[in-house]
């Protein structure tokens, strides 16, 4: 048998004695105060990542809360806009057009945008509007016995036989000049 194996073991005070030299005391102090250290850092780096974990919430709300204003802002910004481009095509599609008076045959000058009339077009064949709608302005003739059946289908709604204001204007004039002529009609009456 080995003869280590058959020395006995030391005493339990032996071992603590060399476990107690101010070497190993020194050492286990270092440990326990960097075990400490690690423990405070951990605890900081806790800290400070559930305050960043906070702070990014509270800024993702914020952002939400923000974006989400903005949203309701531009949509209600796109509702009203749509609203607006909505009466206007209504606007367009059903206005009345402006009809003015040009002569004892009842020119109708009727205005879509562009000033100059053009090429007038005589309707009094019963009431039939070729192309109609119209794509510029043209100027159409009828006469007295058709032009209450005219109107309405251009939707202007008038009582029977209603008086639309007759003037002496030559085909080819603009709307400008009529309004001039008109104007200075009126200045002098």
Sequence with gaps: MDPL?????????VIADALNTPRIQSQ???NVGAL???????????ALSQQTNQQIQDLGQQ????LGQRLDH????????GQQLNQRFSTLEHRQYNFEI???????????????????????????????PLTH??????????????LPALGIQLPPNTPLGIKQETIGQTRKEVKKKQLGDQDGD
């Design 74 to 81: 531009t949509n209600q910004r796109i509702d009203a806009l």
């Design 137 to 150: 302005t043209q100027l159409y003739t009828i006469d007295d016995a058709t032009a209450d059946a005219i």
């Design 36 to 46: 400490q250290n690690q423990n405070n850092i951990l605890a900081a780096i806790q």
């Design 5 to 13: 194996l058959m020395d006995p073991l030391p005493e339990p005070d």
């Design 63 to 66: 952002l939400s809360h923000d």
């Design 28 to 30: 286990r102090i270092a």
């Design 102 to 132: 040009a002569s004892t045959n009842r020119h109708l000058f009727l205005d879509h945008g562009k000033n100059v009339l053009q090429q007038p077009v005589d309707i009094r064949n019963g009431g039939n509007i070729p192309g109609f």
